[in-house]
């Protein structure tokens, strides 16, 4: 970048408000002659940079207060930014948006001198002008293998409302690769530099148009929106994030796109955008970079003395008319940024970030949300931007909102990267605001707890009917349990008469009756005793249990009949023509049984 590049030296950097033409200040053109005039126009990137070193001089009658900067018709709409300094030291210049008399439709800027110019006086100007969205791609559509040309379109002469008596203009491109430049002599060509003049008693508002084609592969990236929120805490943070949209808005894919073509070839989708280098304050921290997917992990970062370098790359390269967007976001230490005396607090920090070299932004939108209890803001800002009503952002712990100031501009470029202040007043006891109430959140929680196991939610013993109910519950539940391991005992007698078909082993046989019987005789006795507790206060109950028993001990005594026939047929004591008549009168008596049984526990 050209000029400014100490940008700390400005204090005072201007925004052009065109909508305010009705307020402005309407100037003439006093007695004030440009006795040289060294233009340097940047056009390497996507924006216009020009540099205007200019010598004024007092030719009139009387000492002279301001002078007067114009531009090109042409430009008026693509005027970013505008700086002016003084002398070799730098000193910066007011400047503000004013009219002509006689000129009501150009754009003019008053450039207030920090003292009168003198009659025959002399006084040494740098102006430096960012214009966006100026370079045109030519042609507008490309394939992927084709270099991107661009064509500018401005003026040899500077265009002012004063005589100059001399000048040349200087115009810096990107290669040496140009397709055609207007040439007007006297002019120079050398690697990448185009020279025109020295031009001699230029009249007023002199345009000699200048048309320069060229090859420009440079980004040519334009945020189309952009949204940064900045939360202050006073518990030693600051959170910044931003949402980000991107267009590049250079020369237009022409076709389809190849990935292998394009890793492959290294003159292949010469001006798509692979990744760009982001710049972060030295102390940023926590840093994370996502998109709607989710977290992208390609991304480096490094950490310098002075500043913390991002690479970001998105998920895929951007060719012309391609958009991205994401959200980064990163955390800063309070200390740094953050100033008080008392309960008087003032924050001072970049309204913007360096997202990349060159960078435009169409829509900037900036939150700065305080904590909670702030009150008298009071907002300095470097350059012109619409302060929103202020609204409020409620999050964790709050209650009546943290207040946000909310700032929009339109058309930045990397020049407005400057700090911008916001005082406010904040109590500081507010900071125990939070800390208390999750003590009394805590506090209160403990209570209701002390409250509720100190409380009797049992139904009292005047409710007898309730009681009972519950107590009858409890002891057909345990009733039901104890038939349920029956029917387990039940399946297991029935798989060792299986197997003693099978292997014939009585010993074994009777070594696992003897088990099966010892377990059903203690789940009955334990239903018995269900039945005896509950005869004074269940009759209901106890007369189905009685019914369940009897009905069990049958369903015992069919097996045990089966298991001794089963025994008969192993050791040849009944046919197998016997066995089958028992087997076939077992399972219709037990299928009977089983019958009567569900609907007895079905009942209870």
Not at 245 to 265: C, M, N, P, V
């Amino acid at each position: 970048m050209m000029g400014f590049k100490g940008l700390s030296s400005f204090i005072l950097l201007f925004v052009i408000g065109l909508g305010k033409s009705a307020t402005l200040e309407v100037l003439k053109v006093e007695g004030l002659t440009i006795q040289n005039a060294d233009r340097v126009v940047d056009i390497t990137s996507q924006v216009v940079q020009v540099t205007d070193k200019l010598k004024f001089e007092n030719t009139g009658a009387a000492a002279v207060k301001y002078a007067i900067f114009t531009v090109e018709p042409s430009l008026k709409e693509h005027l970013a930014f505008i700086g002016v300094t003084q002398g070799k030291e730098g000193l910066p210049l007011k400047v503000k948006v004013a009219q002509l008399t006689d000129k009501l439709n150009l754009l003019v800027h008053k450039i207030e001198f920090q003292s009168p110019l003198g009659i025959g006086k002399q006084i040494d100007i740098e102006v430096e002008t960012v214009f966006s969205k100026y370079l045109i791609p030519f042609p507008n559509e490309i394939t992927q293998k084709e270099k991107q040309l661009v064509k500018y379109l401005g003026s040899h002469h500077l265009f002012t409302p004063y005589k100059t008596s001399k000048q040349t203009t200087k115009f810096i491109l990107p290669t040496k690769n140009v397709e055609s430049f207007t040439k007007l002599k006297p002019f120079t060509q050398s690697d990448m530099t185009i020279s025109f003049g020295p031009y001699e008693s230029i009249t007023p508002y002199s345009f000699s148009e200048c048309i320069i084609h060229y090859e420009n592969n440079n980004a040519f990236l334009t945020i189309t929106k952009m949204v940064r929120t900045i939360e202050v805490s006073h518990w030693g943070n600051i959170a910044v994030e931003e949402h980000i949209d991107i267009l590049h808005t250079g020369a237009k894919l022409k076709g389809s796109f190849s990935r292998f073509d394009y890793q492959r070839e290294h003159n292949s989708g010469v001006n798509s955008i692979k990744a760009f280098r982001m710049i972060l304050p030295a102390s940023a921290r926590d840093v994370y970079y996502r998109d709607d997917i989710g977290n992208i992990s390609t991304s480096n970062m490094y950490a310098k003395h002075d500043s913390v370098e991002l690479t970001l790359r998105p998920r895929f390269p951007l060719f012309g008319g391609w958009k991205t967007r994401y959200v980064i976001g990163y955390n800063l230490p309070s200390y740094e940024y953050l100033y008080n005396e008392g309960s008087n607090y003032e924050l001072r920090m970049r309204i913007l970030d360096h997202v990349f070299d060159s960078m435009v932004i169409e829509d900037f939108t900036v939150k700065i949300i305080l904590p909670e209890g702030s009150a008298d803001l009071k907002l300095e800002i470097p350059f012109e931007l619409k302060e929103l009503p202020k609204s409020l952002h409620f999050t964790y712990l709050d209650v009546s909102g943290r207040p946000v100031t909310t700032l929009v501009g339109k058309n930045l470029v990397e020049n407005h990267i400057q700090d911008f202040s916001l005082r406010y007043t904040f109590p500081k006891i507010y900071l125990l605001r939070e800390p208390l109430l999750v003590v009394g959140a805590f506090l209160l929680l403990f209570l209701t707890v002390l409250v509720y196991v100190r409380l009797d939610f049992s139904i009292s013993s005047s409710s007898k009917a309730g009681g009972s109910t519950n107590k009858s519950s409890a002891l057909v539940e345990t009733a039901l349990r104890r038939h349920a391991k029956r029917a387990g005992i039940y399946e297991s007698f029935e798989s060792h008469i299986s197997k003693l078909k099978t292997n014939k082993d009585a010993t074994a046989y009777q070594t696992a009756l003897k088990t099966l019987t010892t377990d059903h005789k203690s789940e009955t006795q334990g239903i018995n005793d269900i039945i005896t507790k509950a005869k004074a206060d269940h009759p209901d109950v106890v007369e189905n249990l009685l019914e369940l028993q009897r009905l069990d001990r049958g369903f015992w005594e069919a097996h045990i009949a089966y298991g001794q026939a089963a025994e008969k047929l192993v050791i040849g004591k009944m046919s197998r023509q016997q066995f089958m008549d028992q087997d076939t009168l077992f399972h219709r008596k037990r299928d009977e049984l089983a019958e009567k049984i569900n609907q007895i526990v079905k009942t209870i």
